[in-house]
């Protein structure tokens, strides 16, 4: 048994170090993509605080005693931190609906930390009838142990606080439907990459939102309740009234290697929505006046580096062809039922988070380098620019047909690779074979090893300007 409640203060601080690492690294950054969400700019701000609070406590309690009236000053510093962390709660729960082991994690943590300062306390009520004086502790491996979660914890409230200040300054950029009539709109995909920055900034401009989620009170906690969040069409009657569909639906292509059984996921999660979309169309009593339907370039297939791909090219070969094709043909009855159809050929999207961050995580730690020879082509495009696109085809009623969604600057890929190490001054020398990926990978490959030379000439010969026509230029804002 330990000798005194010192001791069992750093044991519990170790634990809840160790915990807390365990939530931030997990629960914030993988499962919730925390720093990334354009409505967690006030928790990140909260997170900063007590992290860079929580690193001072954590320093502290492992080495320095506080007698006499110094008591009174880490007392203070103590019941801060608690009432963060209780306030940090209350917005996490406010703000969106935490996963079961979140939840969990957090009531351990609480307990046990009632336990740690609970038994520090009485660390304290002996310290108190001491001459006041702050006394260097000697606490052996646990103090070294205790030092590094302190600096862990502080880094940790620095990234948070970057990042909240990231959000601040994409909240501040122009809101591109802001200045659109008022637009009634169903949305599907709307928890999405593209889908959650669409609805957020379509309800800030003050429009009316109805999101088609497969969780409903997750959609309702990350847009605030300020968006109707249903699960399914059925829930549609055929008395509502929208001015326009925007369909974002579909699961992500890259994940499990594409076996019949993840292929024919893919193909549901996009043709089996849109025909949905289409049946409850066919009963409305009122119909919308726009469709505005997201597709691929994958539609073009594997093609040589140097042939350019306008909107009338040719389809290519293989699955991903098959998919954005017949996704593309399943809004087609749309526009026989009259509406204004607008479909999208997506590119590579680059924003705060999805596709991006895990090409630059080798970067990050100087590992990174091109993929295969490097000479194969990405058509890419920023977030920023597809909701301008989308805002635009939700305003102009003289957009119609297919319009290629890429930034004018197709880029190789050893090109991105040398981009992003020189922006963010790392080396780019660890390149990855290519045929022994294909080999794990299977046609799933193609998304990184092949690629297509995409040209964005419809919306630039209608007058669209690109928020960021250059790779350097997206980077530079999003690193």
Same mark, same amino acid.
């Given at each position: 048994?330990?000798?005194?409640?010192?001791?069992?203060?750093?044991?519990?601080?170790?634990?809840?170090?160790?915990?807390?690492?365990?939530?931030?690294?997990?629960?914030?950054?993988?499962?919730?993509?925390?720093?990334?969400?354009?409505?967690?700019?006030?928790?990140?701000?909260?997170?900063?605080?007590?992290?860079?609070?929580?690193?001072?406590?954590?320093?502290?309690?492992?080495?320095?005693?506080?007698?006499?009236?110094?008591?009174?000053?880490?007392?203070?510093?103590?019941?801060?931190?608690?009432?963060?962390?209780?306030?940090?709660?209350?917005?996490?729960?406010?703000?969106?609906?935490?996963?079961?082991?979140?939840?969990?994690?957090?009531?351990?943590?609480?307990?046990?930390?009632?336990?740690?300062?609970?038994?520090?306390?009485?660390?304290?009520?002996?310290?108190?009838?001491?001459?006041?004086?702050?006394?260097?502790?000697?606490?052996?491996?646990?103090?070294?142990?205790?030092?590094?979660?302190?600096?862990?914890?502080?880094?940790?409230?620095?990234?948070?606080?970057?990042?909240?200040?990231?959000?601040?300054?994409?909240?501040?950029?122009?809101?591109?439907?802001?200045?659109?009539?008022?637009?009634?709109?169903?949305?599907?995909?709307?928890?999405?990459?593209?889908?959650?920055?669409?609805?957020?900034?379509?309800?800030?401009?003050?429009?009316?939102?109805?999101?088609?989620?497969?969780?409903?009170?997750?959609?309702?906690?990350?847009?605030?309740?300020?968006?109707?969040?249903?699960?399914?069409?059925?829930?549609?009657?055929?008395?509502?009234?929208?001015?326009?569909?925007?369909?974002?639906?579909?699961?992500?292509?890259?994940?499990?290697?594409?076996?019949?059984?993840?292929?024919?996921?893919?193909?549901?999660?996009?043709?089996?929505?849109?025909?949905?979309?289409?049946?409850?169309?066919?009963?409305?009593?009122?119909?919308?006046?726009?469709?505005?339907?997201?597709?691929?370039?994958?539609?073009?297939?594997?093609?040589?580096?140097?042939?350019?791909?306008?909107?009338?090219?040719?389809?290519?070969?293989?699955?991903?062809?098959?998919?954005?094709?017949?996704?593309?043909?399943?809004?087609?009855?749309?526009?026989?039922?009259? $509406? +204004? *159809? &607008?479909?999208?050929?997506?590119?590579?999207? @680059?924003?705060? =988070?999805?596709?991006?961050? %895990?090409?630059? !995580?080798?970067?990050?730690?100087?590992?990174?380098?091109?993929?295969?020879?490097?000479?194969?082509?990405?058509?890419?495009?920023?977030?920023?620019?597809?909701?301008?696109?989308?805002?635009?085809?939700?305003?102009?009623?003289?957009?119609?047909?297919?319009?290629?969604?890429?930034?004018?600057?197709?880029?190789?890929?050893?090109?991105?690779?040398?981009?992003?190490?020189?922006?963010?001054?790392?080396?780019?020398?660890?390149?990855?074979?290519?045929?022994? $990926? +294909? *080999? &794990?990978?299977?046609?799933?490959?193609?998304? @990184?090893?092949? =690629?297509?030379?995409?040209? %964005?000439?419809? !919306?630039?010969?209608?007058?669209?300007?690109?928020?960021?026509?250059?790779?350097?230029?997206?980077?530079?804002?999003?690193?």
């Amino acid at each position: 048994m330990f000798a005194t409640p010192l001791d069992w203060v750093l044991n519990l601080l170790i634990l809840q170090g160790l915990m807390g690492a365990f939530d931030t690294l997990y629960h914030h950054e993988l499962t919730v993509g925390l720093p990334q969400r354009p409505g967690a700019r006030k928790e990140l701000t909260l997170h900063a605080v007590r992290a860079l609070l929580y690193g001072v406590v954590f320093a502290a309690l492992a080495h320095v005693g506080f007698h006499g009236l110094w008591v009174a000053a880490i007392a203070a510093l103590v019941l801060v931190e608690v009432g963060l962390t209780l306030w940090d709660f209350v917005v996490e729960d406010n703000s969106r609906k935490l996963p079961s082991t979140e939840r969990v994690l957090h009531t351990v943590l609480a307990i046990n930390g009632g336990a740690l300062f609970g038994l520090y306390a009485w660390q304290l009520a002996d310290w108190a009838s001491l001459p006041s004086a702050l006394v260097s502790l000697d606490t052996g491996w646990r103090g070294c142990l205790l030092s590094l979660f302190a600096a862990g914890i502080a880094l940790s409230g620095v990234r948070d606080a970057l990042a909240a200040r990231k959000l601040g300054q994409a909240a501040a950029t122009p809101n591109p439907f802001a200045d659109l009539p008022h637009q009634r709109v169903l949305v599907t995909g709307g928890t999405g990459f593209i889908g959650e920055a669409l609805v957020s900034q379509l309800l800030a401009a003050g429009h009316n939102v109805t999101v088609l989620a497969r969780d409903p009170l997750n959609a309702a906690y990350l847009f605030h309740g300020r968006a109707r969040c249903v699960p399914a069409l059925d829930q549609l009657h055929s008395a509502e009234q929208f001015d326009a569909i925007i369909n974002l639906a579909g699961a992500p292509v890259v994940g499990p290697r594409w076996s019949p059984q993840r292929k024919a996921q893919l193909l549901a999660s996009r043709v089996g929505t849109t025909q949905a979309l289409q049946a409850w169309l066919a009963r409305a009593t009122h119909k919308p006046a726009t469709w505005i339907q997201a597709s691929a370039i994958g539609y073009y297939g594997v093609r040589p580096a140097d042939e350019l791909l306008h909107e009338d090219s040719r389809a290519g070969q293989g699955f991903m062809t098959e998919l954005c094709a017949r996704w593309e043909e399943s809004a087609q009855p749309a526009q026989r039922q009259g $509406l +204004r *159809l &607008v479909t999208l050929r997506l590119g590579l999207v @680059f924003g705060p =988070g999805g596709a991006l961050l %895990p090409l630059l !995580l080798p970067h990050r730690f100087g590992l990174g380098g091109r993929m295969g020879n490097g000479r194969q082509i990405m058509s890419w495009v920023h977030r920023d620019d597809v909701l301008g696109m989308i805002a635009r085809a939700l305003g102009d009623g003289t957009m119609q047909g297919t319009y290629n969604a890429v930034a004018p600057e197709a880029i190789s890929q050893a090109d991105f690779a040398q981009t992003i190490g020189r922006l963010m001054h790392r080396p780019v020398f660890l390149h990855l074979p290519a045929a022994p $990926l +294909r *080999l &794990v990978m299977g046609e799933m490959a193609q998304l @990184f090893f092949d =690629g297509q030379r995409v040209v %964005p000439h419809r !919306l630039q010969s209608q007058g669209y300007v690109f928020r960021y026509p250059t790779l350097a230029g997206a980077l530079r804002a999003l690193i």
